[in-house]
């Protein structure tokens, strides 16, 4: 069944131009026989207190703020600070997992990635959450103690990939291209551990890294579920509403973007393929989100609706890209979603 629930009162939207065909989905890479080549124990977790939490939470609002402005944004959504219990909450989470630096083989090139795990884990095999980045090259690459990393606390292991020329690893990502490999080849990454359940893998995508979840389930990636937060579903539209984000960072990253643009932007947008989306997806949305906008969350919504595909929708009213004021709701709601569908 399909289900749309939405916080805040939404006009009707205008009728939806005929769908565009899709390009063909690129051929999965084959597993490497040995995908890890290096593993190592990450910087021990070092909580901060209270209020060096609130103090960097307010940079970054800040220089959100900031960058906004630059490009000719509004950013509507105010400062959201946890509450002291929650906070310490998720600290108590984080002393209970386990990180480890990975080096990994995709398409032949030396990758950097993430896993975290329950401590007291032992030897049981626990489902796999496949955690996708936003981002560019080195902003907002995956830190050793990233916020995701305290769904591991919840019972799953969790992986990451820092895509391919980040962090020291070799080539380069694509946004979208290539890159998607390196998301695909932690696969065979997960099978060689021999602690993770491979009949419930799941992923979870933000902004950049929800186009890059989507992008994996038509390329092969087989997963019970995904979810996606503040997703980039048109890259078409936001190359009109962010034109910088085009010219700074498309533009250098994307092969084919100078002479067939419009194609390129399509090929990675899953607005323009919502029949190829095979799989249960929940999606989340803050509605004042001013880096990829919510209208295009809800119009993405109505094709699967109208493609009749499995989803939930969730609006936070007046939250950010990063949902800061419904963190512990949206979490919560990722953890049903994957135990929902958990085989």
């Known amino acids: ?135 560019n090259r080195e902003f907002a690459r995956v830190k050793p103690w990233h916020a995701f990393h305290r769904l591991a606390s919840d019972g799953f292991v969790v992986m990451a990939s820092q895509y391919r020329g980040v962090d020291g690893g070799d080539g380069q990502e694509e946004y979208g291209g290539a890159d998607v490999h390196d998301i695909l080849n932690l696969v065979p990454v997960a099978r060689s551990v021999g602690y993770v359940d491979m009949n419930n893998m799941f992923m979870l995508g933000w902004s950049r890294g929800g186009m890059m979840t989507f992008l994996a389930v038509t390329q092969g990636m087989k997963v019970n579920a995904i979810a996606v937060g503040s997703a980039l579903l048109d890259l078409v539209a936001e190359a009109k509403r962010r034109p910088a984000l085009a010219k700074d960072v498309w533009s250098q990253l994307m092969p084919g973007f100078a002479t067939r643009t419009e194609e390129v932007l399509r090929e990675r947008s899953p607005m323009y393929w919502p029949e190829r989306i095979d799989v249960p997806a929940l999606i989340m949305h803050g509605g004042a989100d001013w880096r990829v906008s919510a209208d295009e969350t809800l119009a993405f919504a109505q094709k699967l609706q109208q493609a009749g595909k499995t989803y939930e929708l969730i609006i936070y009213a007046d939250d950010d890209h990063a949902l800061s004021g419904n963190q512990a709701d949206s979490n919560q709601r990722i953890v049903s979603w994957f135990r929902k569908h958990m085989k």
């Open 1 to 135: 069944m399909n289900w749309i629930r939405t916080r805040f009162n939404l006009v009707p939207l205008a009728a939806l131009s005929a769908l565009v065909a899709a390009p063909s989905a690129a051929q999965a890479p084959s597993e490497p026989d040995s995908p890890l080549v290096a593993q190592s124990p990450c910087p021990p977790f070092e909580a901060p207190s209270y209020e060096q939490y609130a103090n960097a939470a307010k940079q970054d609002h800040a220089e959100a703020l900031e960058a906004a402005r630059r490009e000719g944004m509004v950013m509507r959504s105010r400062l959201s600070l946890a509450t002291r219990d929650a906070f310490d909450r998720d600290i108590a989470k984080s002393r209970s997992i386990d990180c480890t630096s990975i080096v990994y083989l995709s398409d032949g090139l030396k990758v950097k990635g993430l896993i975290w795990r329950p401590k007291d884990q032992g030897a049981r095999p626990l489902p796999l959450i496949i955690f996708n980045r936003g981002g």
